[in-house]
């Protein structure tokens, strides 16, 4: 079974700073997807970023990016010249690729970012 | 639609009533996905469309859950004999195809079931 493990209940940065998000997860597969989805109080999950397993290199969208170390199994969401508009919850989820029934998403627990003006 | 819309956004009822929850996926996209996020947790899968089929239920927790997608676009997850653990936001989210390497799923607002 797959799990994904968000150690940082609550987290808070000051405007214009970075913050780094947590993330671990557990599973015996060898191809995989990593995302990171924004929910902010309106609960509509945004997809923040996406990470491929096979790929080394870190992806990067804008002021967000990852730190990706497959053999720990860590995927960390790094923000940088943080916003107020930032301020959400972060999911950090794991799909396993399954071509007949579906891609299956699974979500850690979330970690509620504050950005303080 | 721009975006996966669900209705209604919110819904309170009383403990042994029946719901319906519905779900617009953006058009064009044929897997759809049904999701539970209890409060403090992150989203949970219940149940998964590909076409009008429903490929994976696997994620429904028993049998007074039951959802359906007769068109192939719109679809309604229904809940029997709702009871107060039933308290949630039912997410939604579709994508173009499923099982490929490129499918983001985009999820809509969600729907919060109050059962009282």
């Known amino acids: 079974a797959q799990t994904v493990t968000q150690s940082q209940p609550e987290m808070s940065v000051q405007e214009a700073e970075t913050v780094t998000l947590s993330c671990t997860y557990d599973?015996?597969?060898?191809?995989?997807?990593l995302f990171w989805y924004k929910q902010p109080p309106s609960r509509q999950m945004i997809l923040v970023i996406r990470q491929e397993a096979y790929k080394q290199q870190n992806a990067t969208e804008n002021r967000f990016s990852v730190n990706f170390q497959k053999a720990a199994k860590s995927f960390s969401l790094k923000i940088s010249d943080s916003q107020l508009g930032d301020t959400a919850m972060y999911f950090c989820?794991?799909?396993?690729?399954?071509?007949?029934?579906?891609?299956?998403?699974?979500f850690g627990t979330g970690t509620s970012l504050t950005v303080i003006p | 639609g721009a975006g996966v819309s669900q209705t209604p956004s919110n819904k309170v009822t009383e403990k042994g009533k029946y719901v319906e929850l519905r779900c617009d996926p953006i058009s064009g996209h044929t897997a759809l996905y049904w999701y539970r996020q209890s409060l403090g947790q992150g989203p949970e899968f219940l149940i998964y469309?590909?076409?009008?089929?429903?490929?994976?239920d696997s994620g429904l927790p028993n049998d007074r859950f039951f959802a359906v997608r007769p068109e192939g676009s719109v679809s309604t997850l229904k809940i029997q004999r709702t009871e107060r653990g039933d308290s949630a936001v039912y997410l939604c989210?579709?994508?173009?195809?499923?099982?490929?390497?490129?499918?983001?799923?985009?999820f809509g607002p969600g729907t919060r079931l109050t059962v009282l």
């Open positions: 989210a579709s994508s173009w195809t499923s099982g490929g390497a490129t499918d983001t799923q985009y």
């Open positions: 469309f590909q076409g009008t089929g429903a490929a994976d």
């Open positions: 599973t015996s597969e060898s191809n995989y997807y």
């Open positions: 989820a794991f799909m396993k690729q399954k071509p007949n029934t579906g891609n299956q998403f699974y």
